[in-house]
């Protein structure tokens, strides 16, 4: 069984999500169903239907976050520390071509996050910046070709 690394954060969200989804969600889509199979042929009811759907999804979300909290291995953010770049640091990055500062933390699979700065270790641009430090010029390959950085700062906590 292979651990998940993710902050406390991320852990907490899943939680949160995993907690909505028992107490509130399949409840609701459960009385759906009810209400829906009162109203006679299921055969053609696209109410019933929806909801089933809807009851699929939530059950399928329940199972994947219990799978991904089970196997999650929390890293305590606020205790790193370091010059280099490593899971949990947050990085500014200076492109080479406009100068524009981009600043991203580097955190799990799922718990990533573009618009909020949080980018998944997995993805090219945190692989590149593992084991970098600032000052370190950085080469992402991306698919519209690759692009040059500059690490300006790495930061924890």
Same mark, same amino acid.
């Given at each position: 069984? &292979? ?5 406390? $954060? ?5 939680? =949160? ?7 509130? !969600? ?10 829906? @199979? ?8 696209? &109410? +019933?239907?929806?909801? @089933?759907?809807?009851?699929? #999804? %939530? ?8 799978? %991904?909290?089970? @196997? ?7 205790? *790193? ?5 490593? #899971? /949990? ?10 100068? !524009? !500062?981009?600043? +991203? ?5 799922? &718990?990533? $996050? *573009? ?5 998944? %270790? ?13 000052? =370190?010029?950085? &080469?992402?390959?991306?698919? /519209?070709?690759?692009? #040059? ?5 790495? @930061? +924890?906590?």
């Amino acid at each position: 069984m &292979e651990k998940v690394p993710m902050t406390a $954060d991320g852990l907490r969200s899943l939680e =949160d999500e995993l907690k909505t989804l028992k107490s509130t !969600e399949r409840p609701a889509v459960i009385r759906a169903i009810s209400e829906a @199979r009162e109203h006679g042929d299921l055969s053609e009811n696209a &109410e +019933y239907h929806a909801a @089933r759907e809807r009851q699929s #999804f %939530i059950e399928g979300r329940i199972t994947e976050l219990e799978d %991904i909290i089970s @196997r999650a291995d929390v890293i305590d953010v606020s205790k *790193l520390s370091g010059d280099s770049v490593r #899971f /949990g640091a947050t990085v500014t990055l200076a492109d080479e071509d406009t100068d !524009e !500062e981009q600043t +991203y933390q580097i955190v799990g699979v799922h &718990e990533a $996050d *573009l618009k909020a700065g949080r980018i998944s %270790i997995s993805s090219p641009i945190a692989r590149a910046l593992i084991g970098k430090s600032a000052g =370190d010029t950085v &080469e992402v390959k991306a698919p /519209g070709g690759s692009k #040059f950085y500059e690490v300006v700062t790495v @930061r +924890y906590g």
